[in-house]
């Protein structure tokens, strides 16, 4: 006959599993026996079950409830708020974007006429300010209104305020009163530039608008190239095929390029090849219009000799 075994302090019962002893003779280290399960939940009937006597029930950690872990609380009332703002299609613009635009006290921006049409599209009625980094009286006046408690919103003309856009003195200057600043994330012509350039852009180097003396412009794209990452250039139709012709110069004749005409507009465009092919596309064209991003990929170093 085969005899189940189990644990000492007896064999165990039928229907119990193979190898286990009755849950009333479970020992616990150092010999004191365990005493029923504390309850767990509520009881099924909706009564909340009372612990046994000499237990106690276990104690809930002090905090706000139905916060997960993990998460912070809302940023204080009082902010300064960089809002990303569309680059031409107005559907770019998200609801965070536009509920800040409409509680704010007021929307600093570079041309008031630009964004007062945004905010009609939007229906909202928030004043608008015009701002300018290099004015310390306008950076001053929008700090005091932080500090006595309004809220502030700063954009562009288009996409992320301070990237080769006004606002980083206003961020400066913020800090340094201790006022908070929110990023309040959006559209960036040099991440949307990049990711369709199809160029590699794991890593890249945003130029923004480089300085208009030839020598100077050759100068930073040599240097930048040393990193043999991508290059993000902003510039104007004015000196776009000057800026073609530097980065053939300054990075190699089989530079790649990847410029965009019109980036998320009705007429949007791209130009792809060496930087020789595109400048000699673009040159071809009757006439030059609209806001250019250009992405450039230096040619490869040559390998040194052994």
């Known amino acids: 006959m085969v005899q189940r075994q189990g644990l000492p302090g007896g064999p165990a019962r039928r229907g119990d599993p193979a190898g286990l002893p009755h849950r009333r003779r479970r020992q616990r280290l150092g010999g004191d026996a365990l005493g029923p399960p504390l309850p767990q939940g509520p009881d099924?009937?909706?009564?909340?079950?009372r612990a046994p006597e000499g237990r106690r029930r276990p104690v809930r950690p002090q905090g706000r409830r139905g916060l997960?872990?993990?998460?912070s609380e809302s940023p204080p009332a009082v902010s300064l708020y960089l809002v990303a703002t569309p680059l031409g299609n107005l559907?770019?613009?998200s609801a965070r974007a536009r509920r800040i635009l409409g509680e704010a006290?007021?929307?600093?921006?570079?041309?008031?006429?630009?964004?007062?049409g945004l905010m009609s599209h939007l229906g909202l009625s928030t004043p608008l300010v015009r701002y300018e980094d290099h004015d310390a009286r306008a950076v001053e006046k929008l700090v005091d209104r932080l500090v006595r408690g309004e809220d502030i919103a700063l954009v562009s003309d288009a996409g992320t305020p301070v990237l080769s856009d006004p606002g980083l003195k206003a961020v400066q200057?913020?800090?340094?009163?201790?006022?908070?600043v929110v990023s309040v994330p959006g559209p960036c012509a040099a991440a949307a530039a990049a990711a369709a350039s199809g160029l590699p852009c794991d890593s890249f180097v945003f130029l923004g608008f480089l300085p208009r003396g030839e020598g100077k412009r050759r100068k930073i794209l040599a240097e930048a190239a040393t990193l043999e990452k991508t290059l993000i250039v902003y510039e104007s139709p004015y000196r776009i095929?000057?800026?073609?012709?530097?980065?053939?110069?300054?990075?190699?004749?089989?530079?790649?390029?990847?410029?965009?005409?019109?980036l998320t507009k009705l007429h949007e465009e791209w130009l792809t090849g060496t930087a020789a092919e595109v400048r000699a596309a673009?040159?071809?064209?009757?006439?030059?219009?609209?806001?250019?991003v250009a992405c450039f990929h230096p040619s490869p170093r040559p390998e040194a000799a052994p």
């Not at 099924?44 to 079950?49: K, T």
């Not at 200057?173 to 908070?180: L, S, T, W």
């Not at 095929?241 to 019109?262: I, S």
């Not at 006439?287 to 250019?292: A, K, P, R, T, V």
């Open 91 to 93: 559907e770019d613009l």
């Open 282 to 292: 673009l040159a071809a064209k009757p006439e030059i219009l609209g806001e250019f």
């Open 241 to 262: 095929l000057d800026l073609l012709g530097d980065a053939e110069a300054a990075l190699g004749p089989t530079a790649q390029a990847a410029l965009c005409r019109e």
């Open 68 to 71: 997960p872990q993990g998460r």
């Open 44 to 49: 099924p009937r909706g009564r909340h079950r």
């Open 105 to 116: 006290k007021a929307v600093y921006c570079e041309d008031t006429r630009r964004t007062r």
């Open 173 to 180: 200057a913020a800090r340094a009163a201790r006022v908070p």
